[in-house]
């Protein structure tokens, strides 16, 4: 079954560490990877997407992420995290087919930044 | 700016009392999703437009149904809430089923 799984459910940093967040998918085919991130009372954002073409994108606020595809996985980073980069953030997943609509969801990772 | 609008963000219904959620997007997108959410999961998709053509996902209730009358709305039809249905709800819009998705605000559901 296809699925998208996060390692980290919950993280706890300080102001300026760095930050990697694990995402792993189970798809066969060429999909499409995202990272959402909710922050406290929001709605979900993009926070950055890769389609094809360079396996490294970079989103926005600092974010970046990786595509290996051999490892089917799609981490998030970002050097020097700020408080205000406490929120939840959701990996994504979907099938850049026609059938493939559905954007699987893994769990989440909550992030606190402490001062 | 607003761009996906959902109405009303809190709602409080009684067990079996049907309630609808509405969501508008001023996009042009062509396609229109509808999620729940429950605390610390990740959204669940129920069911989805592409254009008038709706798709529901295999394990969506038979409880839960949509209507798309239009481009800019999309409504989600509770016929009778359970308390388990309790949730947030969470309206997306696409260009097109590949492409990112743009969320609102969600609702909250609550069931008394």
């Known amino acids: 079954a296809q699925s998208v799984s996060q390692h980290n459910h919950h993280v706890i940093l300080s102001e300026a560490a760095s930050l990697e967040l694990g995402c792993n998918y189970s798809y066969g085919g060429t999909v499409n990877l995202f990272w959402y991130v909710q922050y406290p009372g929001q709605h979900l954002q993009l926070l950055l997407k890769y389609f094809s073409g360079d396996p490294l994108v970079k989103g926005i606020k600092g974010f970046e992420a990786e595509f290996i595809k051999s490892k089917f996985s799609f981490n998030l980073r970002k050097p020097s995290v700020q408080w205000s980069d406490t929120a939840e953030y959701f990996c994504a997943v979907n099938l850049n087919s026609n059938s493939g609509y559905a954007l699987n969801f893994g769990k989440g990772t909550s992030l606190l930044v402490t001062p | 700016d607003a761009m996906v609008i959902q109405n009303p963000r809190y709602q409080v219904t009684q067990f079996g009392k049907p309630v609808t959620l509405s969501c508008s997007q001023t996009l042009n997108h062509n396609v229109m999703y509808w999620y729940q959410q429950k605390s610390s999961q990740a959204p669940k998709l129920l069911f989805h437009y592409y254009d008038k053509d709706f798709n529901n996902e295999a394990d969506t209730p038979d409880n839960f149904q949509s209507r798309r009358p239009n481009t800019s709305f999309c409504f989600l039809d509770i016929r009778s809430p359970g308390l388990g249905d309790a949730a947030m709800y969470l309206c997306?819009?696409?260009?097109?089923?590949?492409?990112?998705?743009?969320f609102g605000p969600g609702t909250r559901l609550t069931v008394t």
């Open positions: 997306a819009t696409s260009r097109s089923r590949v492409h990112e998705q743009y």
